[in-house]
C-alpha cells in the first residue's frame, strides 16, 4: 500500500508544513511500510542525516511518534520501532470495535448529503474493482480509504483522532496478512452495506453492520498472525 495511511491521514491538514511536521510523516511512513523495521534501534542524528533534517525537528517527531504508540524513546539511544504482537492486535481490535461503530452512527444521524459522503461511496467502488483484478493493494488502500474517511467524516474529531491512531498501529498486521486471507469478497460488501444504511439514515443499522464487520475481520486477521506462529510484526 506504500504508506497510504501515513502520509496521506497523519500529516494532519490543518498543521502548517514546518520541518517537524515533515520529518513526523516520513518518518511514519516508513515506519508503516517496514522500511524501519519492528525492532530496530535508530539514533536521532542517523535520522535526521538520512531525512536531510536538524535534529530538533527530528526529536519532536519521535516526540509524536512515541505518543501514536509507534516507537519507544530512550536517552542517548534515540528510537525504537515498536513491535506489536498477536496480542498487542487483539487490544487494538478490541478498542477498535467500540470506536468505529460509534463513528458510524454519529455519521449517519449527521444526515450527510450524497455528495459529502462521496468519498465513502468512491473507496467503495475501489474496492469492488480492486477485487474484480485480485489487486489486494489497492483493495487494502480503499479499505483505509473508507475507514479513515468514515471517522473524519463522523463530526467527533476526539473520536476520529484516536481511530486514526489505533488504526496505525495495526498497519503491518494487515499488510502481513493481506496475501494469506482470501479474496476479500464478504469485506467489501459490508462495507457496502454500511454505506447504504448510512445513506438511508438508519443509524442502528449502521452501527450494528459496522460492529459485526470490524469483530468479524479482527478474529480472521488475529487468527491468520497466530497461525503463522511470527512473536511480532
Same mark, same amino acid.
Given at each position: 500500500? $506504500? ?34 523495521? +519492528? @525492532? ?26 512515541? $505518543? ?6 530512550? +536517552? ?9 504482537? +498477536? ?28 455528495? $459529502? ?31 479513515? @474517511? ?14 486514526? $491512531? ?17 479474496? +476479500? ?15 438511508? @439514515? ?32
Amino acid at each position: 500500500m $506504500q504508506g497510504a495511511t501515513s502520509s496521506e491521514w497523519a500529516a494532519d491538514a490543518d498543521r502548517p508544513a514546518t520541518a517537524a511536521n515533515l520529518a513526523y510523516a516520513r518518518l511514519k511512513a516508513l515506519i508503516l511500510d517496514n522500511a524501519l523495521a +519492528p @525492532g530496530s534501534q535508530r539514533l536521532e542524528s542517523e535520522l535526521a542525516a538520512e531525512l536531510g533534517l536538524s535534529r530538533t525537528p527530528v526529536r519532536e517527531a519521535m516526540v509524536r511518534l512515541e $505518543q501514536d504508540g509507534l516507537v519507544t524513546i530512550t +536517552p542517548r539511544h534515540g528510537m525504537r520501532v515498536t513491535a506489536v504482537t +498477536p496480542a498487542d492486535m487483539r487490544e487494538i481490535y478490541e478498542v477498535l470495535n467500540s470506536l468505529e461503530p460509534a463513528a458510524a452512527e454519529l455519521l449517519t444521524r449527521r444526515g450527510l448529503a450524497a455528495k $459529502q459522503l462521496a468519498p465513502l461511496a468512491d473507496a467503495c467502488t475501489a474496492m469492488e474493482r480492486a477485487l474484480h483484478k485480485e489487486d489486494r493493494h489497492a483493495w487494502a488502500a480503499a479499505d483505509e480509504v473508507f475507514h479513515l @474517511g468514515l471517522a473524519e467524516l463522523c463530526g467527533n474529531r476526539r473520536l476520529a483522532g484516536m481511530i486514526m $491512531q489505533v488504526w496505525d498501529q495495526s498497519h503491518r498486521a494487515r499488510m502481513f496478512t493481506l496475501h494469506q486471507r482470501p479474496l +476479500p469478497e464478504r469485506s467489501t460488501a459490508e462495507h457496502r452495506a454500511v454505506l447504504q444504511a448510512v445513506m438511508a @439514515g438508519d443509524s442502528e443499522s449502521a452501527r450494528e453492520m459496522y460492529r459485526l464487520h470490524r469483530r468479524r475481520s479482527g478474529e480472521e486477521l488475529i487468527a491468520l498472525i497466530e497461525r503463522s506462529g511470527v512473536a511480532w510484526l
